[in-house]
């Protein structure tokens, strides 16, 4: 558990700007081709249990409030809140190559259902992904350059979908997995992450199952989403090196980051989103 304030959390780099507080991973912070970066729950118009800088038009809040704060969140990174292209995520492993514009082109797509990671390799469009307790991962390869980011459920992890992403991504682009960046959002730790045995059973099924991604505590058993998403990382070629994981919890930090757990269910979301540069 990591509970502190939001300036100094676990390394990652803070910004300030427009009343906003947005962080990015220091792994990307000397990359002068990529812009990203993690919003919070503050600095937005949405109010009551969706306070303040919701990104989400599905979880009951005002469009008209979604819309500021997503104008707001996008251009305090000088971005172009007419390339958002949101990923409308269904905890599961499906992966969409975005297609190849010429950056001063058409605008791309609004949206593209059904799917829980986002590749692209040109500076049009400007994936978007929310949050309130799962990972989200943003992937990079400078010598592309293409970017790829990842809507880690448990269910998605459990599925496949780190492995996926690589497999998609290599197909259309190449690349080499020891060059790849990555960087894990906060998302809920094993502090605050209590799951049931029909949860445990279903991942010793899987090929993903590992003992130590589950802690017993007083007869209480959780799961380590942190653990779980950098070892899927390391196991698809990823460098340790490479990946930046702040393991900063979401549900002991609720007030900076939206939590579905801390609420109960009825709260906003929080996103990653990243762009190439022109």
């Not at 729950?41 to 306070?51: E, I």
């Not at 492995?163 to 060059?179: H, M, V």
Request: contains cysteine.
């Amino acid at each position: 558990m990591r509970k502190t304030e939001p300036s100094v959390f676990s390394g990652l780099h803070h910004l300030e700007t427009k009343n906003l507080s947005i962080y990015k991973f220091p792994l990307f912070s000397n990359k002068k081709g990529l812009i990203h970066g993690i919003s919070t729950r503050q600095g937005g118009v949405s109010r009551a249990a969706y306070r303040s800088l919701n990104l989400s038009y599905k979880v009951g809040d005002e469009p008209k409030n979604v819309e500021e704060n997503r104008r707001r969140l996008v251009r305090a990174l000088s971005l172009d809140e007419e390339r958002l292209v949101q990923s409308q995520q269904v905890h599961k492993a499906e992966v969409a190559v975005l297609p190849v514009q010429d950056c001063a082109a058409q605008r791309p797509p609004r949206a593209v259902s059904g799917v829980d990671a986002l590749i692209t390799r040109t500076c049009g469009p400007v994936p978007l992904l929310l949050g309130a307790d799962c990972p989200l991962i943003l992937l990079y390869d400078e010598a592309i350059p293409a970017i790829a980011l990842i809507h880690a459920s448990w269910r998605g992890l459990l599925e496949g979908i780190i492995l996926k992403t690589l497999q998609t991504w290599e197909a259309a682009f190449g690349s080499r997995r020891e060059r790849i960046l990555a960087g894990i959002s906060p998302s809920i730790g094993p502090c605050c992450y209590e799951v049931g045995e029909d949860f445990a059973r279903a991942w010793e099924k899987s090929d993903f199952y590992a003992s130590k991604f589950f802690i017993r505590r007083q007869g209480r058993l959780f799961f380590d989403l942190w653990q779980a998403s950098e070892a899927q990382l390391l196991s698809v070629g990823l460098l340790p090196q490479n990946i930046y994981n702040p393991r900063v919890c979401t549900a002991c930090n609720h007030r900076f980051f939206y939590s579905y757990r801390r609420s109960g269910g009825v709260t906003g979301r929080f996103g990653l989103l990243a762009a190439l540069r022109e």
